[in-house]
């Protein structure tokens, strides 16, 4: 009887190409929960953000402060999605079954990225740019930052409900038991703002010397 009770569990077993294919999709699954969980926290920043503009000479600490805790978080969103696209395009089996974006997402991508790092970049380097290029430095951050709000507002529209799916999925009791790591996920997607709050508190005090000159 042992040895039938053994033959059994084993013949229950799923064969081992079944569990590799269950690895690689659990991988797109956890992908997928990081970028999302990462996308709600940068949506919830973004709006900060926003309203500082709406009257930013006077909020102007606090639109550097949460510019500079936008930038871990926003190089992990790259990553994170960055990586998504690398394995869909060299072939990996569970992201090609996945599938892409819709193609003009797609197009849309890398706009967004090389947009997003213009407008942080240039509002970091205004910080401690000279005089001699504040004034052009400033026109590329409004500029890129009137052409990033178009395309941004297209790629959270086309993504809000995805992100609104994947990223409670680390939270709930019930489904972030179905893929291993949320402890992980969670933790990435917080140090990331964390190592913004400390980026922030390094540059907070060139506010007064920028308002000053």
Not at 49 to 65: K, N, Y
Not at 144 to 160: C, K, T
């Amino acid at each position: 009887m042992a040895t039938t009770g053994t033959t059994r569990r084993h013949s229950a077993r799923p064969p081992a190409g079944d569990r590799a294919t269950r690895r690689a999709l659990d991988g797109v699954e956890a992908n997928g929960r990081l970028t999302g969980t990462t996308a709600a926290v940068l949506l919830v920043l973004l709006a900060v953000e926003g309203v500082t503009i709406l009257s930013v000479r006077s909020l102007l600490t606090a639109h550097v402060v949460i510019g500079m805790i936008l930038v871990p978080p926003v190089f992990l969103k790259i990553c994170s999605t960055g990586y998504r696209f690398f394995r869909y395009y060299t072939g990996a089996p569970a992201y090609r079954r996945k599938g892409p974006p819709a193609p003009m997402l797609r197009l849309l991508g890398p706009l967004v990225v090389v947009l997003t790092v213009a407008v942080l970049a240039s509002g970091i380097g205004l910080l401690y740019s000279p005089a001699g290029i504040r004034s052009p430095l400033f026109a590329v951050h409004q500029a890129s930052f009137v052409l990033w709000f178009g395309v941004m507002a297209i790629h959270v529209l086309a993504h809000v409900k995805e992100t609104a799916q994947l990223a409670p999925r680390d939270v709930y009791w019930r489904t972030r038991r179905q893929v291993t790591g949320a402890s992980l996920r969670q933790w990435t997607v917080a140090a990331s703002v964390g190592v913004g709050v400390l980026l922030a508190a390094a540059v907070v005090s060139e506010v007064g010397a920028f308002l000053a000159r």
